[in-house]
């Protein structure tokens, strides 16, 4: 017997939405590789519920949210802030919406595990917790 996944809310504010709709259509000019994350982020926008940035539940993944994650695999702990490609940075946890943990991590919350292909594989990760997010603090203009 199969199981049936029930697909998890995603939540995004109407102006995360409108900047993610001008970086897609923004990139006429993909690379064959990014095509395929803009895709994968055209999907999960699909999914996703439009609310006020005012009511953003303070566990959800956001732009600029910064979270703290497991590797289910390893242990790992990580660290990441979720940008917009431009303010990518690997170096200092900056990880790219483009990125498939980034597209991953977008609008989820606390607790939730996430299956996602990367390059390498399948990653498994939880999100611990939301250290930082925008919407919380009422910086609304992130």
Known sequence: MK???????????DFDLQRLEQLIDSSVTRSLRDSRYIE?????????EIVDATGVPPDVVTMNSRVSLQDLDSGEQLQYTLVFPGDADLNLGKISIL????????????GDRISWSVPGGVRKLKIKKVLYQPE???DFHL
């Open 99 to 110: 990125a498939p943990i980034g597209t991953a991590l977008f609008g989820y919350r606390t």
């Open 40 to 48: 994968e982020l055209e999907q999960e926008l699909l999914k996703a």
């Open 3 to 13: 199981k049936s996944i029930v697909p998890r809310q995603i939540f995004i504010t």
């Open 136 to 138: 919380a603090a009422g």
